[in-house]
C-alpha cells in the first residue's frame, strides 16, 4: 500500500470507529441523514452566532444549550459520505470528497475540533471565547464548504 | 379565558421556553428544520433499537452515544410547528397539530419523557431496561404519527 492509500485506509478506520457510526440501506438514506444533520447543526450554530454577533441579546444558558446540540451534531454527517453515495438523491457533494478523503476527513476534524472549543466556551459562559470559536466554526464550515460542496444540486 | 384557551397558552408557553427555541424566517425553514431533526432523531433511535430487538449485537457504548443523541434532539422538531407552517414545502402535517394544540403537545412531551428513560437504561447499559424504554419510545412515535402524521405530503 502506498502512504495515500495508508492514510486513506487510516481516515475510514477512524470515522468507522465514530460511536454513532452510520449503517445506511440506500445511499439516498445516507444523503437525507447528512444534510439533514447538517441542517440542524447550521440551525443551532447560527442561534449561537447571532449572539456573537450581536444580533440578538446573549443569552448564556440558550448559547450553552444551542453548542450542545452543534457538537452533539457535530461529526454525525460524515459518517454518511460512504462510497457510491455521490448519486441518488439531489446533493451538492463534489467528488472531491472521494477522491481526496484525507483532506475531507481532515476538514471535518478540524470543524469537530472547533466545535468542541465553542461548546467549552458557551458553557463557560465567555462571551469573549465563544466570539472567538464562533469564528473559528464558522471559517471551518466554509473552508470544507468552498472545497468540497458544490454550488448547484446535481444526482 | 376558558380552559382549553388556558391549556393552549400554557402548552404554547412551554414550547416557547424551550432552551433551543427555534427562530425561522419563512415556514418553509421550520418545516426543514422539523423534518431534518426527525430524521436524525428516527435514525439514530433505530440503532438502539436493533439492539434492542436483537438485529445487531449490543454494545453498550454505542447504543449510550445513539441515545444521548435521540435525547438531544427529542424536543426540538417541536419548535417547528408554529402558526403559518402547514403549507411551504411538502410535508406531512395534519391540520390537527394546530386544531388541537394541547393534544399535540402532550404526544411530544410523551416522547420526551419516554426518550429521557431510554437515555438512563442506555447510560446504565441495562439492556433489559433498554428494551423496555425502546418499547415505549416507539409506542410514542407511533401514536403521534397516528394522529398528527398525514400518509401523503402536501404543500
Redesign the interface.
Known amino acids: 500500500m502506498n502512504r495515500l492509500l495508508v492514510a486513506t485506509a487510516a481516515a475510514l478506520a477512524a470515522l468507522a470507529s465514530l460511536?454513532?457510526a452510520?449503517?445506511f440501506q440506500k445511499p439516498e438514506d445516507a444523503i437525507?441523514?447528512r444534510?439533514?444533520?447538517l441542517?440542524?447543526m447550521a440551525?443551532?450554530f447560527g442561534?449561537v452566532a447571532a449572539m456573537a454577533q450581536g444580533k440578538v441579546p446573549f443569552d448564556a444558558?440558550?448559547a450553552a444549550?444551542?453548542a450542545?446540540?452543534v457538537a452533539?451534531?457535530s461529526r454525525?454527517p460524515f459518517t454518511a459520505f460512504g462510497e457510491g453515495t455521490d448519486k441518488g438523491a439531489p446533493n451538492r457533494a463534489k467528488p472531491e470528497i472521494w477522491k481526496e478523503q484525507a483532506k475531507f476527513k481532515d476538514a471535518a476534524e478540524k470543524m469537530a475540533g472547533e466545535v468542541a472549543k465553542l461548546e467549552a466556551a458557551a458553557k463557560a459562559g465567555n462571551l469573549d471565547a465563544i466570539k472567538a470559536a464562533v469564528g473559528a466554526v464558522g471559517g471551518s464550515c466554509k473552508a470544507c464548504h468552498d472545497d468540497f460542496r458544490a454550488e448547484k444540486y446535481s444526482n
Do not use: E, F, G, I
Open positions: 460511536p454513532a452510520a449503517q437525507k441523514y444534510q439533514s444533520s441542517t440542524v440551525n443551532h442561534r444558558k440558550v444549550d444551542n450542545h446540540v452533539t451534531l454525525l
